[in-house]
C-alpha cells in the first residue's frame, strides 16, 4: 500500500519515514500537489530488481515463463494488500 506525504514532513521526520516504509512498503513524496519522488523499502526494492532483470532478459511476452508471471502477481498482491 502506497503512503503520500508531503517533502516537509518526509524531510523532517525521516528517522519515522524509515520505519514507516517497512510497513507500507512505497512512501510517495508530494510537492505542490504532484509527486517528486517514492521512498521504497528494501523488500519492493528487491522486487523491482527482479522484475527489471526479468524484464531485460525477455524479448517477447510471448516467451514469459509461469515463474515471470507468478512473481508480478505477487508483486502486484503485495502493493494491494492493505497488511
Request: aromatic share 8%; hydrophobic share 40%.
Given at each position: ?46 522486487e523491482l ?35
Amino acid at each position: 500500500m502506497t503512503v503520500e506525504v508531503p517533502a516537509t514532513t518526509f524531510a523532517r521526520n525521516f528517522p519515522k519515514m524509515k520505519e514507516d516504509v517497512r510497513e507500507h512498503g512505497i512512501i510517495a513524496v508530494r510537492s505542490h500537489k504532484r509527486t517528486v519522488g517514492a521512498f521504497i523499502s528494501p523488500a519492493v526494492l528487491e522486487e523491482l530488481e527482479t522484475l527489471r532483470r526479468r524484464q531485460r532478459e525477455l524479448t517477447r511476452i510471448e516467451e514469459a515463463d509461469d515463474a515471470f508471471f507468478e512473481a508480478l502477481d505477487d508483486a502486484v498482491a503485495s502493493y494491494d494488500d492493505p497488511a
